[in-house]
């Protein structure tokens, strides 16, 4: 059975930098990984997704420029998050899906347990 970790969140200042993870294990096959959050009181936000297949996704050009995925869906993935803000505070999720990105969250299978970053200073 596929299993998703994060890790890589935590406190920081604005203007800062943090690089998330999310290391898959198990069952591992060509899935499509991607990353959201989902800050208190908001609905989940997708930020970006990766496949063999589709390469890279984002679903909002909002954090383009600032939040960055790379890496190996069949091993470990990273979202970079630079000139981070008090806004960006939320849990950060990763989660997986069969072959391709998509932009119906609830297609996304599995998900991992969350990481939770804070931006203030």
């Known amino acids: 059975q596929l299993e998703l970790v994060e890790s890589g969140g935590g406190l920081v200042q604005p203007g800062g930098s943090l690089r998330l993870s999310c290391a898959a294990s198990g069952a591992v096959s060509d899935n499509a990984i991607g990353w959201f959050r989902q800050a208190p009181g908001k609905e989940r936000e997708g930020i970006s997704c990766?496949?063999?297949?589709?390469?890279?996704w984002r679903y909002s050009d909002s954090l383009k420029g600032r939040f960055t995925i790379s890496g190996d869906p069949k091993n470990t993935v990273y979202l970079q998050l630079n000139n981070l803000k008090p806004e960006d505070t939320a849990v950060y999720y990763c989660?997986?899906?069969?072959?391709?990105?998509?932009?119906?969250?609830?297609?996304?299978?599995?998900w991992g347990q969350g990481t939770q970053v804070t931006v203030s200073s």
């Open positions: 989660a997986a899906r069969p072959v391709q990105c998509a932009r119906n969250f609830y297609s996304y299978e599995l």
């Open positions: 990766i496949s063999i297949y589709d390469g890279i």
